[in-house]
Structures are given as structure tokens and as C-alpha cells.
């Protein structure tokens, strides 16, 4: 959820301070109305205001295609990075918090497995641009875990009662059952799972007779975007097939007019130089997201990519698919601030 930058996306702190601001109000006013203390109903509505902002405003970089969630065993390795901190930090004062104020633990952290469920399966059905990664659930439900624990901790040490209860054992049943069992069922109809099986990750339809650059153009860089041009080229080291190149008012790209393959695309990258520095494995992350949803025969899943540096603290990502030619390969620029700048694919059959 946190592999993009604060700077691909505009809106998160605008959305951070209206639903803290909603959400802490309301909270505000059920706890006059049941006569409780305000503070812990209002500091919890806000950490679930801030919640639902990170993993739900939509970003300017990052996948717009169709919806996918994946489970691959290489994001664990992310998990236990930094991105995986963030994604467990995001979830500790929720539950931590959660707990303060409903003194019911377990239905607390089967409630936040179920938040965090929601909202990975969510971000990809909105077209958020964030990806659906099982390794953010894992992150989120560790987090969860730690605030639950930890409030249940304090709170007995000030002689507060804070433990299961059978009450609470089968709110915590029901809501991980029948929430879950919901969540299945979604992503069972309408989100694929991808993995370690060798399955592709999904990108547009392109095989009927429509507008393949529309639907390229979309998948790219979101609902809203403009198609200025598009007009037929060539480029023998990248593709034996004649090209079809886009261009848009956020940027473009070339694909292969014969199979709809994607060969190169261009993002326009404003406002990049005042965006703080990104950590080396976020900038891996997405790079590597990014390839495997719009590049999947040239970085399948569990491809590892070699990595140099760019201009402006930028990262080059090349992946070359197992026994290709020389030829064959992939190049992903990610900006220093997290953002995929271009990427370019070669393809000589």
C-alpha cells in the first residue's frame, strides 16, 4: 500500500485531514451522546481516517489496470523491509487504539485483518493505482497484532479490563469468518490471484477490434486522461512488428499493433524534483510491480532485476527473462521520489 511515494499522491493529505475531520466529529458525537470520554472514540476515528486515506487515495504513478492481487514469495522479502515497517506502523496505533476504546481485543484484531483485507482488495478494484500484495495484509495484520498486545498490556497495567472475553471471542469469530468469507468471494469473482503458479499478471483486453490505445491509455495513466495522436512507426530493436504510438496529455507509449503488447512508455513527471528521496527497496518495489503488470512475458514472476543508477538519484531497472537472448530485455526507470518515469522493452523474435 505505501510502495508509492507521498509525492504520486496529491491528494493524501487533503483526504487525511477531511475524513480525520469527519471521522473524528462523529466519533466526537457518539461518545457524547452514550456519555463516555470523547479522546479515545475521537483518536480512534481519526487513526481510521488516516488509514483509509493511505491505502485509498489514488496516485499518479503505479498500475491502472485490471484488477489483480498478488501472491508472490518474492514481496515477503519486501515485507521485511522498509515498506513492510510502514505497512505494520499503519495498523499499530489503530489497534493499539481500537482496543482503548471497545476494551474487546479479539474483535479488535479481526476487525482490523478484516480493514486491511478490505481495503488491499479495495484499492484494486477502484483503479487507486496502488496494488492488492498479500505481503501488505501480512504487514498489516502483524501491525494489528503489536497494537492489540500492546494496549491490552497497558491497560492492565492501570488496573484496566482489557481481556477476551467469550463475548468477544465470538465477535471476533464472526467477524473474521463472515467478513473474510465476503472478501474470498470477491476476490474469487472479480480479482485473479497471481503467483508463484506462472500465471501472468493481467493487462487491458487487447485482442478485439476496438481502441487498443484507449484502453492502454487508461490502464496507464488512469480514467480521465486525453489521447492527443496516435500514428503508425517502427523500431526493428525493439519490435519485428509494426508499432502504434500514442500520445497523451500525461505522457506515451508504443505497442505493437498486431498483439496490443506494450513496448515503451514515457509518464510526464512534474514536481518530481521537490519530492523527497524514496528508499532503495521502494524504488525496487515498483519498478518491479510495475514490470510484471504491463511486462509479463519479459519479467515474470520471481524475476530479479539488476539495478544502476540514473540521472537525478533515478534507478534503472533491467530484467532479462531466463535463457533470452542479450536482445531480449526490459528497462524500468523509477525516479528518486518513486514515481515510474519510463520504461521501454525490447522484443526481437
Not at 508509492?4 to 461518545?31: D, E, K, Q, Y
Amino acid at each position: 500500500m505505501l510502495e508509492v511515494s507521498l509525492s504520486a499522491a496529491p491528494l493524501l493529505f487533503p483526504a487525511c485531514a477531511v475524513l480525520g475531520v469527519l471521522f473524528g466529529v462523529a466519533a466526537f458525537l457518539l461518545a457524547r451522546r452514550r456519555g463516555r470520554p470523547p479522546l479515545g472514540p475521537v483518536l480512534w476515528g481519526v487513526a481510521l481516517a488516516g488509514e483509509l486515506a493511505v491505502t485509498l487515495t489514488p496516485t499518479t504513478s503505479g498500475s491502472f489496470g485490471k484488477p489483480s492481487c498478488v501472491f508472490d514469495p518474492g514481496g515477503w522479502e519486501v515485507a521485511h523491509g522498509l515498506q513492510g515497517a510502514l505497512n505494520l506502523a499503519l495498523y499499530v496505533p489503530l489497534a493499539a487504539l481500537g482496543v482503548w476504546v471497545f476494551r474487546r481485543p479479539l474483535s479488535v484484531a479481526a476487525g482490523c485483518v478484516l480493514l486491511s483485507a478490505g481495503t488491499e482488495v479495495a484499492q484494486t478494484l477502484l483503479g487507486t493505482g496502488r496494488s492488492c500484495d498479500a505481503a501488505d495484509l501480512l504487514d498489516n495484520s502483524s501491525g494489528a497484532l503489536l497494537g492489540t498486545v500492546l494496549a491490552v498490556a497497558v491497560l492492565a497495567r492501570a488496573g484496566r479490563r482489557a481481556s477476551a472475553s467469550r463475548r468477544d471471542a465470538l465477535g471476533a469469530l464472526g467477524t473474521a469468518g463472515g467478513g473474510l468469507a465476503a472478501v474470498a468471494l470477491v476476490v474469487w469473482l472479480y480479482v485473479p490471484l497471481y503467483g508463484p503458479s506462472g500465471h501472468t499478471p493481467p493487462r487491458p483486453d487487447l485482442t478485439d477490434a476496438g481502441a487498443p490505445a484507449q484502453r492502454l491509455m487508461e490502464g496507464l495513466f488512469g480514467p480521465g486522461d486525453r489521447l492527443e495522436l496516435t500514428s503508425p512507426t517502427a523500431d526493428a530493436a525493439r519490435s519485428d512488428f509494426p508499432l502504434t504510438e500514442a500520445v497523451t496529455d500525461r505522457g506515451r507509449f508504443r505497442f505493437e499493433a498486431r498483439s496490443g503488447l506494450l513496448v515503451s512508455v514515457e509518464f510526464t513527471a512534474a514536481g518530481t524534483a521537490a519530492s523527497p528521496p524514496r528508499p532503495e527497496d521502494e524504488l525496487l518495489y515498483t519498478g518491479t510491480q510495475f514490470a510484471r503488470t504491463w511486462f509479463p512475458d519479459l519479467a515474470p514472476d520471481g524475476a530479479r532485476p539488476t539495478v544502476a543508477p540514473g540521472p537525478d538519484g533515478a534507478r534503472l531497472l533491467t530484467f532479462r527473462p531466463p535463457g533470452a537472448s542479450g536482445t531480449r530485455l526490459l528497462e524500468v526507470t523509477v525516479s528518486a521520489s518513486g514515481r515510474v518515469l519510463s520504461a521501454t522493452a525490447s522484443r526481437p523474435r
